[in-house]
């Protein structure tokens, strides 16, 4: 079931694309929206932080909240680089999302584990490995490392879900910011298994460190797409063009 700030988010992102609000005016008040859409003011701030990320947005203090003029050109379907938010939250509702857990377990860090996460050799750490399924087409392979001692808990019926879901909500982390790179590689065992890759198709590999508030890093990754199923844009959410 979708989550209600979810759909406000995506109710406000239909008006905003259908021209429903304009850009010269201010949206209305966090107030006026929970009264029009029957829920609480933090689902709709979450909801509103949605449309920041994705740069539909940005507040002035004591002024309020704005479309940004370049609203209209964002991409509707790419993945928005320098998100906080995981593939569960950045596809619309229309979309099927599906995950197949191809490996999970508790070991060691490696070199470059450790020095990613700030980790000593002996602090154990979760590898994941899930196959991200869009409608029925393989999307992308995540391989990720996270600290046993920041993230607890983990299960498959989590991985099968959210993982930042659980870490936010259950846990009661707070993300900070990210650290991202993109390349472009050949096709990996994996790649040619999961995501039907040719051996001359490349695949685009987001290397990507998730930090928590504080500055402790609690995520290391390597996701790798299909390059005809992905597309990159790239958002500043400081900017008000």
């Not at 929206?33 to 609480?40: R, Y």
């Not at 490696?110 to 399924?133: A, C, D, H, T, W």
């Given at each position: 079931m979708l989550a209600k700030y979810k759909k406000v988010a995506n109710e406000l992102r239909k008006r905003i694309q259908q021209g429903y609000y304009s850009a010269k005016e201010v949206l209305p008040d966090q107030k006026s929206?929970?009264?029009?859409?029957?829920?609480?003011r933090v689902t709709i701030k979450k909801a509103l932080d949605v449309l920041y990320v994705e740069g539909f947005i940005y507040t002035i203090q004591g002024s309020g909240t704005y479309i940004k003029k370049n609203a209209f050109q964002l991409s509707e379907s790419g993945v928005k680089i320098g998100q906080n938010m995981g593939l569960t939250h950045q596809i619309d509702e229309s979309v099927e999302?599906?995950?197949?857990?191809?490996?999970?377990?508790?070991?060691?860090?490696?070199?470059?584990?450790?020095?990613?996460?700030?980790?000593?050799?002996?602090?154990?750490?979760?590898?994941?490995?899930?196959?991200?399924?869009?409608?029925?087409?393989?999307?992308?392979?995540?391989?990720t490392i996270i600290p046993v001692e920041i993230v607890s808990g983990l299960t498959t019926d989590i991985l099968n879900h959210s993982v930042y879901d659980?870490?936010?909500?259950?846990?009661?982390?707070?993300?900070?910011?990210?650290?991202?790179?993109?390349?472009?590689?050949?096709?990996?065992e994996y790649d040619k298994k999961y995501l039907n890759c040719a051996v001359d198709e490349p695949v685009l590999e987001v290397t990507k460190v998730m930090f928590l508030e504080s500055g402790t890093p609690f995520e290391f990754s390597k996701v790798r797409h299909r390059f005809d199923m992905v597309e990159f844009s790239f958002v500043n959410p400081s900017s008000q063009i």
């Open positions: 929206l929970a009264l029009e859409f029957e829920t609480s999302l599906t995950n197949e857990i191809l490996a999970f377990g508790v070991r060691f860090p490696n070199e470059e584990e450790s020095g990613q996460l700030f980790l000593k050799p002996e602090n154990p750490v979760y590898e994941i490995k899930r196959l991200r399924i869009l409608n029925a087409k393989p999307y992308s392979i995540e391989y659980y870490i936010q909500n259950e846990l009661g982390l707070v993300f900070g910011g990210n650290r991202q790179t993109i390349k472009a590689a050949q096709p990996n």
